[in-house]
């Protein structure tokens, strides 16, 4: 059977197209072909790690909404309330190991070198714990202090910190985590490097994130935008799926080893 080069979409029901192997041995043969492939991953690529996703079963913690704790605003209101928040996830993401998806990045590193580039919304660190070295950090580091008053960074690796919310020990100052919550801009560099790599992309993996967080989920319009066959792995359909060549129902950690294994 010769599969469509595009628009492939493959549901749970397997109501449209094909069936999962041949999506998956389509973006096996696409990966195989391509020299340069820009991954963007979210908090569903951690999920099998043991590591809470935002949105969706077991996204929230406590009655809260992400976009009511991970912003300036609350944490000026309530600084005890959004370090609760980060201390209970630090301690989670203390206890978590890289999972099979997080390796299957490795490997195609390995492979592609200075080709792969992976930008991250994730604040875990499980890439680099895999091994991954061409991670780029689009919403910071769950690790990382930033002082409120002098500005200074420390990284602390306590979970649980002993004292919520943190102060700094120079200025008295509250720290605040060192990630980026709503309203705050990207790291330039990091954006510039993403959209660079989204004009150069042959191939766009989309690993478990629901794709609604800007600007992160412009990256792999873009690189649909300059040509790229963008392949999209998510539990379920996203605000992404109908627009991309590809897009393929289950966990990043059983299915991205099968496309990235033998796939060069
Ligand atoms: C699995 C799975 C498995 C589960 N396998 N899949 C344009 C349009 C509209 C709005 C905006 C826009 N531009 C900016 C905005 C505003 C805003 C925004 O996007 N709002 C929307 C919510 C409407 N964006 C911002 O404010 C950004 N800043 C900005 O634009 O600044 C501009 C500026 C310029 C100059 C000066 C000043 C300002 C900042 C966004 C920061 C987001 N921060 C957070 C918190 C980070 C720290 C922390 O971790 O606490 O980032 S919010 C949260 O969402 C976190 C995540 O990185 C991000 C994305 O979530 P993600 O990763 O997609 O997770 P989930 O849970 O949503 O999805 C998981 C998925 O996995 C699900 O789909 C599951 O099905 C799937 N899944 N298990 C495969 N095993
Ligand atoms: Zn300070």
Excluded at 142 to 152: A, E, M, N, V
Excluded at 169 to 191: H, I, N, S, T, Y
Excluded at 220 to 226: D, G, K, N, T
Excluded at 233 to 242: A, H, R, V
Aim: glycine share 10%.
């Amino acid at each position: 059977m010769t599969l469509p080069e595009a628009a492939t979409t493959i549901t749970r029901l397997n109501v449209r197209v094909q069936t999962l192997p041949e999506g998956i041995a389509r973006a096996r043969h696409w990966l195989a072909e391509a020299r340069r492939v820009l991954v963007l991953t979210g908090a569903g690529c951690s999920a099998e790690s043991g590591v809470p996703t935002f949105r969706g079963a077991g996204g929230l913690w406590r009655q809260f909404r992400p976009e009511t704790l991970a912003t300036p605003e609350a944490f000026a209101r309530d600084p005890k309330l959004v370090w609760e928040w980060y201390d209970w996830r630090r301690q989670r993401i203390a206890q978590a190991q890289p999972n099979p998806g997080h390796y299957a990045l490795v490997e195609l590193e390995q492979r592609l070198g200075d080709g792969f580039a992976l930008f991250t919304q994730n604040v875990d660190g499980l890439h680099e714990r895999a091994g991954s070295q061409r991670v780029w950090r689009l919403h910071g580091d769950i690790w990382l202090l930033r002082c409120t008053g002098c500005g200074r960074q420390e990284r602390n690796l306590a979970a649980p910190l002993p004292v919520l919310p943190p102060r700094c020990d120079r200025c008295g100052a509250l720290f605040r985590p060192g990630v980026v919550w709503f309203g705050e801009p990207l790291p330039a560099d990091v954006l510039d490097a993403a959209f660079a790599a989204a004009r150069r992309a042959e191939v766009c993996l989309v690993l478990g994130t629901s794709s609604v967080v800007y600007p992160a989920a412009r990256i792999p319009q873009s690189a649909l935008e300059s040509g790229a066959r963008v392949v999209e792995i998510n539990l379920e359909p996203t605000e992404l799926s109908d627009r991309v060549h590809l897009s393929l129902r289950g966990r990043t950690g059983e299915l991205l080893p099968q496309i990235v294994q033998g796939a060069g």
